[in-house]
């Protein structure tokens, strides 16, 4: 495949061209069917078992959809082009007076074949239209959900947002969503199941790489007082418990003692650094978890210090 001046080829790259397959600069993903097939992908418009991009931006995106709408220009036949300037060379002749004898007949004048304006050709309808349609339709839909359910648009900001819509584009049409009863049995399970293996697979690399326990410090500002606890590695954070601590905020042997359980329950071994909130309490609880246990490192939060 020879790449041409196509204004996409800015946007993406040729991988193979015995199979014409191009990857996007954006999101890395890898189309076959050459750069006709990307532009649906850059202009983020389904099409077939294309998923439209989700890491391009506007300006490009943009860029790419007057690309598609805009009808190419039909090439001028060779033929076509002699027969307009023959046509036009016989009408400036005509305009200027002058006659040519026509041979075929005798005492005749011969005259010129008059030349008919030829009708331009008109835009073909583009495929875009019909995708359009359907995904405003799609659109509306899905605001529709949103709007009789009373879901927050905050939730289209979700990381499992657009993994549910691509998730939903690759089974096709006719696809049923799961029922009320399959929320509350058998999915639930496995959602729970899939949370569980998250969780073995961090605490394994505990084991590898050591954690760091945070304690998470929350207050109504009255008498409420919340400490959530999280552990965290290279691999990713993971929540652990949340204590109501309200009436023994300002113990530090209490505060000493629940940071040393949350410690065992990870494992001594496991934590590198404890990190706590800034407050004479906890900067004592923190002391004396270091005194007892040499191997860890306590701190205090660098948000809380300013």
């Not at 305009?95 to 008059?114: I, L």
């Not at 009708?119 to 995904?135: A, H, I, L, M, R």
């Not at 049923?176 to 690399?205: A, H, M, W």
């Not at 949340?242 to 990870?266: K, M, P, Q, W």
Request: glycine share 6%.
């Amino acid at each position: 495949m020879v790449r041409g001046r196509d204004a996409c080829w800015e946007h993406c790259v040729l991988v193979d061209a015995t199979r014409q397959k191009v990857k996007c600069n954006y999101c890395q993903r890898e189309f076959s069917g050459g750069v006709y097939r990307m532009k649906f992908h850059l202009a983020q418009i389904r099409n077939k078992d294309i998923i439209p991009c989700a890491e391009v931006p506007d300006d490009v995106r943009d860029q790419i959809q007057i690309l598609l709408s805009t009808p190419k220009k039909h090439k001028t036949p060779k033929k076509l082009k002699v027969d307009r300037a023959a046509n036009g060379q016989q009408n400036s002749s005509s305009a200027s007076g002058g006659a040519h004898p026509n041979h075929g007949s005798s005492g005749q004048r011969g005259s010129t074949c008059p030349s008919f304006p030829r009708p331009s050709p008109s835009p073909q309808p583009t495929v875009d239209d019909s995708q359009k349609q359907k995904q405003d339709n799609a659109d509306k839909k899905i605001a529709v959900f949103f709007f009789h359910n009373s879901i927050p648009f905050s939730a289209a900001k979700s990381m499992s947002y657009q993994e549910m819509v691509d998730a939903v584009a690759e089974c096709g049409v006719g696809y049923k969503p799961p029922s009320y009863e399959n929320f509350r049995s058998t999915l639930l399970q496995k959602v729970k199941g899939d949370i569980n293996e998250c969780y073995k697979k961090l605490r394994d690399e505990w084991k590898e790489t050591g954690c760091t326990v945070l304690c998470d410090c929350w207050s109504d500002g009255r008498t409420k007082s919340l400490v959530v606890f999280s552990a965290t590695c290279p691999k990713g954070a993971l929540f652990l418990k949340s204590i109501d601590v309200s009436g023994h905020a300002d113990n530090a042997h209490f505060l000493f003692e629940l940071l040393e359980s949350v410690v065992l329950e990870v494992g001594v071994e496991n934590v590198v650094q404890v990190i706590t909130d800034s407050t004479p309490s906890y900067v004592y609880a923190g002391r004396l978890l270091m005194a007892k246990y040499s191997s860890l490192f306590w701190s205090p939060c660098a948000v809380a210090l300013y």
